[in-house]
């Protein structure tokens, strides 16, 4: 069965940089986009963050990024990074990675549809604060 374990999170202060990690086994990974969603705590929405084509061609970041992150893949080793930089307290959340066939392009479908088809992780918290 498959199965993706993130890290990397932690506290960090603000403007600080932290890279996740997403490992993957039990599935061929270099089949699925992996897309990174957040959620900023018990029942808060969860938020679209980013997302990579499955050959790592492609990639998309939701608006609020900015530009202050970069995600990337390594299929051989099974593993998806998600590089944050100039982090702020509102990037406080517990981040998952989710592989899924829906486009990167339609990333809301990842957060708001629960499709059997898609595998999340565990997720990792990330905690932004002086």
């Known amino acids: 069965q498959g199965q993706l374990v993130e890290s990397g999170g932690g506290l960090v202060q603000p403007g600080g940089s932290l890279t996740l990690s997403c490992v993957a086994s039990g599935f061929s990974v270099d089949d699925y986009n992996i897309a990174w969603i957040r959620q900023a705590g018990p029942g808060k929405e969860r938020q679209g963050v980013s997302c990579i084509g499955n050959s790592g061609g492609s990639t998309f970041y939701e608006d609020f990024v900015n530009g202050r992150f970069t995600v990337s893949r390594d299929n051989a080793e099974k593993t998806v990074f998600l590089q944050m930089h100039s982090l702020k307290p509102e990037d406080t959340a517990t981040y998952y990675c989710?592989?899924?066939?829906?486009?990167?392009?339609?990333?809301?479908?990842?957060?708001?549809?629960?499709?059997?088809?898609?595998?999340w992780g565990q997720g990792t918290q990330v905690t932004v604060s002086s």
């Open positions: 989710v592989a899924t066939f829906a486009p990167c392009t339609a990333l809301w479908t990842v957060v708001a549809v629960d499709s059997s088809d898609d595998i």
